[in-house]
T-cell receptor
Framework: GENVEQHPSTLSVQEGDSAVIKCTYSDSASNYFPWYKQELGKRPQLIIDIRSNVGEKKDQRIAVTLNKTAKHFSLHITETQPEDSAVYFCAASEGSQGNLIFGKGTKLSVKP | NAGVTQTPKFQVLKTGQSMTLQCAQDMNHEYMSWYRQDPGMGLRLIHYSVGAGITDQGEVPNGYNVSRSTTEDFPLRLLSAAPSQTSVYFC????????????FGPGTRLTVT
């Protein structure tokens, strides 16, 4: 079955710097890759997603890149702000069926 | 729309007790699922349903039962609670299982003593 590895597990940056979180997956049939942000005590919320027919997608300060050959995808946050502090989860669909397999999460801390 | 709702928000059980975690959505979503979240483990799929009357097991189904008698509701039953089931449980829903966004409920924090 699908296996998703996420790195790093913790990340600390200064306000205004960029943050990059990377995930690898094992199932070459996976075709949907969402990213979720979870603030302390809250539910995970989708922040951006990418499908396998696209290499990059941007939404303001957030971007996701996908390399299907290497089976990895990354979340890029530019001009980080303290409110970006949260745990971020990547996920990959299990084959073409759609069940999501999640990475273990990255705790991002943005220091003012 | 209320979105995905879960009850209760918090629950404490003794080992061996049973209970049902409730999940409901009002978005007419076909796909619903239950995850558990443990520190350092991410979100792990327990059970899922692709429509009323259809359920299937996820990654960690042991000790849990589900049913889907209506499109709106997807309850999760703990048959005989164990301390290993102490976790935060999230229900989620999507328009369909195929390549779609999952909306999460607010979560239920369960402690089994």
């Amino acid at each position: 079955g699908e296996n998703v590895e996420q790195h790093p597990s913790t990340l600390s940056v200064q306000e205004g710097d960029s943050a990059v979180i990377k995930c690898t997956y094992s199932d070459s049939a996976s075709n949907y890759f969402p990213w979720y942000k979870q603030e302390l005590g809250k539910r995970p919320q989708l922040i951006i997603d990418i499908r396998s027919n696209v290499g990059e997608k941007k939404d303001q300060r957030i971007a996701v890149t996908l390399n299907k050959t290497a089976k990895h995808f990354s979340l890029h946050i530019t001009e980080t702000q303290p409110e970006d502090s949260a745990v971020y989860f990547c996920a990959a669909s299990e084959g073409s069926q759609g069940n999501l397999i999640f990475g273990k999460g990255t705790k991002l801390s943005v220091k003012p | 729309n209320a979105g995905v709702t879960q009850t209760p928000k918090f629950q404490v059980l003794k080992t061996g007790q049973s209970m049902t975690l409730q999940c409901a959505q009002d978005m007419n979503h076909e796909y619903m699922s239950w995850y558990r979240q443990d520190p350092g483990m991410g979100l792990r799929l327990i059970h899922y349903s692709v429509g009323a009357g259809i359920t299937d097991q996820g990654e960690v189904p042991n000790g849990y039962n589900v049913s889907r008698s209506t499109t709106e509701d997807f309850p999760l039953r703990l048959l005989s609670a164990a301390p290993s089931q102490t976790s935060v449980y999230f229900c989620a829903s999507s328009y369909s299982i195929f390549l779609d966004i999952e909306y999460f409920g607010p979560g239920t924090r369960l402690t089994v003593t």
